[in-house]
């Protein structure tokens, strides 16, 4: 097991000692995860020992693991992202909005669900919850803007339990939490528990929190986990998926929606997962709150690194604990990353890779070890990508611009003249005429077949 050094777990305790004084939390749990495992934690103030065995409310972190009921579904060609909710759950005023707009919360709906404070109060049935909504619960337009919805949350796990035929708590806990060894996760508190509480803003008095099954609200926030279970969770973000989704549908759930993810200082969400980035960094996970308790789970996939935290307080944590543990576990012991090793020879990607142009765009193009294609923007331009295998040659975009975009070679006399990348063309000099360039070339200005040196 992957251990710390003395001396980083001395500055980690300092971290969370400071922020415990200062943020005055009743308790304060964190931990660290790398290799797949929980190699350092920690608790002050008034906790159990052990520490990572007593349960604390997720909150929000429930969402998450809703998506994944949610993105089985769809793996199992139950439902498509694109499907409109009235599908698969008739009968309420978004039933035009689609599930994927619903999972990155960008359906426009309200924020919470209409009535009283759900969080305080014991929650309703869905049909209940259902029937009381009225078109005002539909603030925005479809796809216009991001607005975090509670509401949307609880409408998925009731697609998930519409579909499953099994309320939303079964189907998480047999279908996530305990093929991944969850078994301290639960939707109500279960066996040693923490009490939330609300500080008083002056004075340093306690004042109990309530606690209530959400009901149709609870895949918004009910769930309650230990913060050894809560590592395990990281460990799932960091790609040990122990067989719930495939390394692809998680590589999906961490793709920013609506952003540019190049531009520094930005903050998103993908289908479950909140992706910020922290100075260099880009953390992918969730916070969560519920009245009495403040929890988070974020991972650098790039340092094999992720952190939990729970507290048993209303207010009082915010991001600065979260990138300072991640910050002094990247300064003091930085990933060393995989060591490089060649792959095999394809005489077929072999025959793409080098120099091509876009115009008067430069690019480098190299064949993995991984098998896949590199677009690399040389000259300090350029938009890059990485492209599949589809199988019949032609490659399939993965990220960046050419996301789901299709590059085809095009061929002349069995030999390939230019790529065809989402109809732009890319060839071995800038404007080559050998390859076929929309408009044409004017051959007076940079001579015509250039690829032929003439």
């Known amino acids: 097991m992957t251990s710390l050094l003395p001396s980083t777990e001395r500055r980690l305790l300092a971290c969370v000692a400071g922020a415990q004084r200062s943020n005055r939390l009743p308790s304060l749990l964190c931990g660290v995860v790398r290799a797949g495992s929980l190699v350092w934690s920690a608790a002050r103030g008034a906790v159990e020992e052990p520490h990572d065995d007593v349960q604390y409310r997720l909150g929000s972190i429930t969402k998450p693991i809703t998506a994944v009921a949610v993105l089985r579904l769809r793996d199992e060609g139950l439902l498509s992202l694109d499907d409109a909710l009235e599908r698969h759950l008739p009968g309420t005023p978004f039933g035009d909005r689609t599930v994927g707009q619903l999972l990155a919360h960008g359906a426009g709906l309200r924020s ?10 014991e929650g309703v049935p ?3 919850l259902s029937s ?22 609880g409408a998925l796990g009731e697609l998930v339990a519409q579909l499953r035929g099994r309320p939303w708590a079964d189907v998480v806990r047999d279908e996530v939490l305990l093929p991944l060894g969850m078994t301290r996760t639960t939707p109500r508190p279960s066996g040693r528990a923490a009490t939330g509480y609300a500080v008083h803003p002056w004075a340093d008095v306690l004042l109990p929190e309530p606690e209530h099954d959400a009901v149709a609200m609870a895949p918004a926030g009910q769930l309650w986990a230990t913060l050894a279970d809560l590592g395990r969770f990281a460990a799932f973000l960091l790609g040990d998926t122990g067989e ?6 998680l590589e999906e759930m961490a793709v920013p929606a609506g952003v540019d993810p190049s531009a520094p200082g930005w903050s998103s969400y993908g289908l ?13 996970g969730h916070g969560g709150s519920m009245p009495g308790f403040l929890a988070s789970v974020f991972v650098d996939r790039a340092q094999d690194l992720g952190t939990v935290v729970l507290c048993n307080a209303t207010s009082g944590l915010d991001g600065g604990l979260l990138t300072n543990l991640h910050e002094v576990v990247r300064e003091a012991e930085p990933a060393l ?11 077929e990607a072999l025959s793409l890779v ?11 193009l190299r064949l993995r070890a991984d098998g896949l294609l590199e677009l690399i923007g040389l000259l300090g331009a350029g938009r890059s990508s990485r492209f599949r295998s589809a199988g019949d040659g032609s490659w399939v975009g993965l990220d960046g611009y050419h996301a789901g975009e299709v590059l085809r070679p095009v061929l002349a006399d069995g030999a390939v003249v230019a790529l065809d990348l989402g109809t732009f063309v890319f060839s071995r000099t800038p404007y080559d005429d050998a390859a076929p360039q929309p408009g044409g070339v004017d051959p007076r200005v940079w001579g015509a077949h250039q690829g032929d040196g003439e």
């Open 244 to 249: 719930v989704l495939s390394a692809d549908t």
């Open 132 to 153: 009381s909504l009225t078109p005002s619960d539909v603030p925005h337009a479809a796809g216009r803007r991001f607005h975090y919805s509670n509401l949307g949350y």
């Open 337 to 347: 990353g995989t060591t490089w090793s060649a792959g095999p020879a394809d005489p």
């Open 126 to 128: 869905w049909e209940s």
């Open 112 to 121: 919470e669900s209409p009535g009283v404070w759900w969080e305080r109060v």
């Open 354 to 364: 080098g120099v091509w142009y876009w115009g008067t765009y430069s690019y480098g």
């Open 272 to 284: 479950g997962l909140q992706v910020v980035r922290a100075g260099e960094q880009t953390l992918v």
